[in-house]
């Protein structure tokens, strides 16, 4: 596995915050192989439902989930997203070729446009 670059995190950093400029979404984080966080942030004033230890928590479930989930790649074709709808949030993972961005945003949202919205930011990143 290979380690991140500054410049590739300043880059993840950069795409991280044009998607959470979009309406509705509450929360951005672009996690490793590892399940470790390497861009993203919070929406400044938003109420946060996790602390810190839980988010935490949570980064490394979705990339194992993730991980679990690519097992039928083989058979199925690869995944293009995974959308959970919680009473509170909904959380979108789309998975790049070596990161997984993962979306927390407010039930409502359009999750096609989030989708291929983090496709344009994040894919042209991994290309390089």
Do not use: W
């Amino acid at each position: 596995m290979s380690v991140a670059t500054f410049k590739e995190i300043e880059s993840l950093e950069k795409a991280s915050m044009e998607l959470l400029e979009m309406d509705n979404i509450r929360h951005v984080a672009v996690i490793n192989k590892l399940g470790r966080i390497v861009a993203g942030r919070f929406k400044p004033g938003i109420n946060r439902y996790l602390d810190d230890e839980k988010v935490r928590m949570v980064y490394m479930q979705m990339m194992l989930d993730l991980r679990m989930r690519q097992e039928l790649d083989e058979t199925l074709g690869p995944i293009d997203y995974i959308i959970s709808k919680r009473k509170k949030i909904t959380i979108i993972s789309v998975p790049t070729e070596h990161y997984l961005v993962m979306v927390s945003a407010e039930r409502g949202i359009d999750s096609d446009k989030v989708v291929k919205r983090a496709e344009e930011l994040f894919d042209i990143i991994d290309l390089r």
